[in-house]
């Protein structure tokens, strides 16, 4: 059985923005109400037992990958061509993009390093 899918987030939200919503649903689903309520508190709240992460490639957080969790975690990802399938009323998308997307970043990390790119190409990323 494929892992199900937790919700399709606008393409407009900033990587930080889907990160917040990643660990706060997470917290929502898997912390007892009063470990919510700490992390909710006004004034000193409790950190996050399990932050949200972007995924580490070539040792630059990329963030077209976030992950938040441990066993089960949650993982979020940057897709393209997301639609309905009109037979299985599944939710599909390009596979492909999701593997160009890592593949172009560690490329841009790669050429920043070498000192061909610069940073604020690949610093997009991190917003």
Known sequence: MA?????ALSARLSPKDVRKFVEKYYSIQKLSL????????YNKPSKPAYPARFNV????AYA???????NPFIEAF?????CVDEETDQLVWDQESIN???LKFSAAVKNF???????????????
């Open 34 to 41: 009063r470990e919510q309520i700490g992390q909710a508190r």
């Open 113 to 127: 390093v070498e000192g061909s790119v610069p940073k604020s190409e690949i610093g997009s990323e991190l917003s």
């Open 78 to 82: 940057r897709a393209d061509g997301v």
């Open 3 to 7: 892992d199900p899918i937790i919700a």
């Open 64 to 70: 077209g990958q976030i992950i938040c969790g441990n």
């Open 100 to 102: 160009e997307g890592r």
């Open 57 to 60: 490639l070539d040792g630059h």
